[in-house]
């Protein structure tokens, strides 16, 4: 499985940015797919979720703010991220993960990571 992210950048408090991660080497469609963020000297939280049956979660801290959504016919997960914040910087990282052996072990797989910089 390869995901590659894109759409990070620098942006100012209040603005907008969309991410991108398009997938290959697994079914997309039936993939749970998410987002997550590291910050400087923080650890790697879970932003958002879409299920294979399109179910969003979101963390608290993003709620009305940020919007995953995916196009399986172009094996991309987006996350359009509005009304940014300082607290918002951090790189991004696109994640799946699949079920393998007769235990279902998880096995996560990541993207490369876009850096989002929100200045004040």
């Known amino acids: 499985v390869q995901l590659q992210a894109s759409g990070g950048g620098l942006v100012q408090a209040g603005g907008s940015l969309r991410l991108s991660c398009s997938a290959s080497?697994?079914?997309?469609?039936?993939?749970?797919m998410n987002w997550y963020r590291q910050a400087p000297g923080k650890q790697r939280e879970l932003v958002a979720t879409i299920t294979s049956g399109g179910i969003t979660n979101y963390a608290d801290s993003v709620k009305g703010r940020f919007t995953i959504s995916r196009d399986n016919a172009k094996n991309t997960v987006y996350l359009q991220m509005n009304s940014l914040k300082p607290e918002d910087t951090a790189v991004y990282y696109c994640?799946?993960?699949?079920?393998?052996?007769?235990?279902?072990?998880?096995?996560?797989?990541w993207g490369q990571g876009t850096q989002v910089t929100v200045s004040s």
């Open positions: 080497g697994t079914i997309f469609s039936g993939n749970d």
């Open positions: 994640n799946t993960y699949l079920r393998h052996g007769v235990l279902a072990r998880r096995v996560d797989y």
